[in-house]
């Protein structure tokens, strides 16, 4: 269970933090629900309780995690040659999965895996938005862990994959 004001990553959303614990009627039915506003957007969410293991809701990592997922990134080389031979739709649904996972280095995996692809052929439009999604994510969690800027976020994780010098 969350505590009000804890940072959590909405894999699908983005980052939040959890303003209220409050019980909501749904149905006919009182349920505890989170009031998530999200970071960088004028969203709300509300999720009940129940639901945030269903969602892969957890909280931003620590730096600790963040900087040693982002010193080993050459683990995914590998996997990232093997996801550049498969099709299209393979490729969108192995990334689909590691996003709905939740987990930062599935997230970064999947940054790595697009990032790579785009050096060796042109992305396709889905992967594009994929890619430029999944990065917002990372980088605004980054920014939270770290006390960073989102730009300075960008540019450790641009530094990181090796795309600035």
């Not at 959590?8 to 009182?30: A, N």
């Not at 060796?120 to 594009?128: A, C, D, G, P, V």
């Not at 994929?130 to 969690?141: G, T, Y």
Request: some cysteine; glycine content about 4%; overall charge positive.
């Amino acid at each position: 269970m969350f505590n009000i004001g804890d940072k959590v990553v909405y894999p699908s959303q983005g980052i939040g933090i959890i303003d209220v614990i409050e019980e909501k009627e749904l149905k006919g039915e009182k349920i505890k629900c989170y009031i998530i506003h999200l970071i960088n957007n004028t969203m709300k969410l509300t999720l009940p309780i129940s639901a945030a293991n269903t969602f892969n809701i957890r909280l931003v990592s620590d730096i600790k995690t963040l900087e040693n997922s982002l010193k080993h990134l050459d683990r995914f080389m590998t996997e990232a040659e093997k996801f550049s031979k498969i099709n299209y739709k393979e490729r969108r649904n192995i990334s689909k999965i590691k996003m709905k996972s939740g987990t930062f280095d599935e997230f970064i995996e999947v940054i790595f895996d697009l990032t790579q692809l785009k050096r060796w052929h042109s992305l396709n439009s889905s992967e594009k938005q994929m890619l430029n999604h999944i990065k917002k994510i990372v980088v605004e969690e980054i920014a939270q862990a770290k006390c960073l800027t989102s730009d300075e976020a960008s540019e450790l994780l641009d530094i990181s994959m090796n795309l600035k010098s």
